[in-house]
Each structure stands twice: as C-alpha cells, then as structure tokens.
C-alpha cells in the first residue's frame, strides 16, 4: 500500500514537473515591435538571430509566389483539373473533369485537352464559361489556342484592373486577391484598404507570428497573420483576413506553401474564400503543384456562386 502512495506522488510529482517546465517553455516567445507591427517570434525562431524587420521587409516584398505562376507561362506540362460548382445545399451543379497538356516551346505556348468529363451548364453556347470561378480558373490554367510572346518576368506587371470592365475587371481583381493576399487592391468598392495588412491601422487589427517548420522537405519560416482576440464588433467589421499562414524556405524565402482564408461583406457584395497552394521545384523554377480553392461569391444582381477548384500539376518540362 505505502508503495502504492509512493509511486502515485512520484507520479503526481513528474506531472506537475513536466507541467511546469512546459509552461516554461511556452513562456519563451518573444514579443517584438517593427514598423507598428507586434510580432511573436517563437523561441526556435529567436535562437536563430533572424533580422526581423529584414524578414518583414522582404515578405511585402516578396515575388517568388507570384513568379512561381509566372513561370506556367514558359513551361510544359500536365494538369489534372477539377472545378465543381455548388448549390446551397452543397450539390453539384455544374462540374469540369479534365487532364490537359501544355506546350511551351520558341516563346509560344499551346494546350492540348487529353480528357474531358462536363457536367451542367458549366459552359454556355460556344464553351464560354458559365461560371467566374471557372472562367478564373481558365485565365490561370488554360490556353486558348497559340499565345506568344510570353516570359516568366515579373517585375514592372500591372494588376490594375482601371482599365477593365465586366467580367475583366472582376478576373483581374480576383487574380489580384489570388497573387497578393494582403496588399491594397484598388478599385473593389468598401474594401479600400481593409486588406492592406502591412498597413499601420490595419496591422493594428490582427496579430503576426514567425516560427520554424519542416515542409516538405524545406527549412521554413513559418510566417502567420490572424486576427486579433477580443476585437470590437466595429473592428470585427474591418476584417478582411481570416488566416494567412505562409512557409518560406530558409535559405532562398520562396513561398514553399500558403494557406488563406478572406471573407468580407458589403451588404451589395460578399465573399468567403479558402485557397491552399502548394509548391515544387523544376530544376530552377519554383511552380505550383497542387492548388485548392473553395469559395462562394455574391454580387448584386448576378447569382451567387458557391466553387471549388483542384489543380494537379506535374511532368513540367523546358
């Protein structure tokens, strides 16, 4: 009996002691202050000695997860595609199937459909598209006939969508959503600068991180953007950003991965997306593997649209 007791308060004792040193541990982040940004560096990330505002610096800056994209352009390859549209009940309405072949050769690039299942009006007359999640998904994945001309640069590409209307205005709006998450995008009325996340009032609403993980394969910061607890429901209004966590490799920061979560209503308007993106090599361009979306739309007298998107890309090729 008295060895039973023995062996419970040793017992009790490594539980508190484990509990203790646990808390210790988590008491380790450190909190730091860069451009009127708080940021929470956890302890693996400050036993590294990292630059913040450098780290800061160089993630508004950033290029590769926009580049990655860019380079879709030069490159072949194959692509499984899966767009399914939804009622609101969650059935599918209108679906695309399909495995396609890009071939980028001399400048020039052309797609070659290998298989095509269709469902619903996902077209109108003449393969229009029927859908803005899907005519999004074409503007990123597909080419219609013979394009040239074409490059992998960056630097100098306008996003400005004040020279588009209709449907143009809204792809090149969503692209700029889908490209920069987190900076200003202009011409989306009542969003203004509510998603602009490095800005000084905007940054007040929410709370940045930075810690160390492993991703496939990759040495990452792990860098995380999420609203602020206890915020006022005049704040809570002001929210664009639901989540954006980002995995930059290391030694070069390209975006390994990135997970993001926007919602937003305007009353005439509203949104709530979720897209993962995840990343590969191919010898030195960095492109993007698999792309997941999942979003639902409404704008004033158009019909809401509730999409989800895969995009499986291998066999890339020069």
Same mark, same amino acid.
């Given at each position: 009996?008295?060895? #039973?007791?023995?062996a419970l308060?040793?017992? $009790?004792?490594? =539980? ?6 646990f808390?210790?541990?988590? @008491?380790?982040d !450190?909190?730091?202050?860069? @451009? ?5 560096l ?5 036993? !590294?000695? %990292?630059? =913040?505002?450098?780290f %800061?610096?160089q993630? @508004?800056?950033?290029?590769t ?5 860019? #380079? ?8 499984? #595609?899966?767009?399914?549209? $939804? ?6 309405i209108?679906?695309?199937?399909s495995?396609t072949?890009? /071939?980028?050769?001399? +400048?020039?690039?052309t797609m070659?459909?290998? *298989?095509?299942?269709?469902t619903? &009006? ?5 393969? &229009? ?5 899907a ?20 630097k100098?590409?306008d ?8 449907? *143009? ?5 969503l692209?700029?959503?889908?490209? #920069?998450?987190?900076k ?7 969003i +203004?600068n509510? %998603? ?7 940054? @007040?609403?929410?709370?940045?991180? %930075? ?12 860098? /995380? ?6 915020l006022?429901?005049? *704040? ?9 966590t980002t995995?930059?490799?290391t030694e070069?920061m ?8 926007m ?8 949104f ?7 990343m590969t ?5 960095? =492109?993007?593997r698999?792309?997941r ?5 409404? =704008? ?9 998107? /895969?995009?499986t890309?291998? &066999?890339?090729?020069?």
């Amino acid at each position: 009996m008295k060895k #039973n007791i023995f062996a419970l308060k040793h017992h $009790l004792l490594l =539980v508190l002691s484990l509990s203790h040193s646990f808390n210790l541990f988590a @008491q380790k982040d !450190t909190t730091v202050e860069v @451009q009127g940004k708080m940021i929470t560096l956890s302890d693996v990330v400050v036993r !590294t000695n %990292i630059n =913040v505002p450098a780290f %800061i610096k160089q993630v @508004q800056d950033d290029t590769t997860f926009y580049k990655a994209f860019r #380079n879709l352009h030069i490159l072949s390859f194959t692509a499984i #595609n899966d767009i399914n549209m $939804l009622d609101k009940k969650q059935h599918i309405i209108a679906s695309l199937k399909s495995k396609t072949h890009q /071939t980028a050769a001399n +400048g020039c690039r052309t797609m070659q459909v290998l *298989e095509e299942n269709k469902t619903g &009006d996902i077209y109108k007359g003449n393969y &229009d598209w029927n859908y803005y999640t899907a005519s999004l998904y074409a503007g990123l994945f597909f080419t219609n006939g013979r394009v040239c001309g074409e490059t992998n640069i960056v630097k100098g590409v306008d996003f400005s969508a004040k020279d588009k209307s209709g449907i *143009e205005k809204h792809k090149a709006q969503l692209k700029m959503l889908f490209f #920069n998450p987190g900076k200003k995008i202009p011409g989306i009325p009542f969003i +203004g600068n509510k %998603i602009n996340l490095f800005d000084e009032e905007v940054a @007040q609403l929410y709370d940045f991180s %930075i810690d160390y993980a492993d991703h496939n394969q990759h040495h990452c910061y792990v860098f /995380t953007i999420v609203p602020r607890e206890n915020l006022t429901a005049d *704040e809570k209004s002001r929210l664009v950003i639901d989540n954006m966590t980002t995995w930059f490799d290391t030694e070069t920061m390209e975006v390994i991965a990135r997970n993001y979560e926007m919602s937003y209503d305007a009353r005439v308007y509203d949104f709530k997306v979720k897209m993962e993106v995840e990343m590969t090599h191919f010898n030195e361009y960095l =492109v993007p593997r698999v792309i997941r979306y999942n979003g639902n739309w409404d =704008v004033m007298f158009k019909k809401r649209e509730r999409g989800i998107f /895969t995009a499986t890309l291998f &066999d890339f090729g020069k």
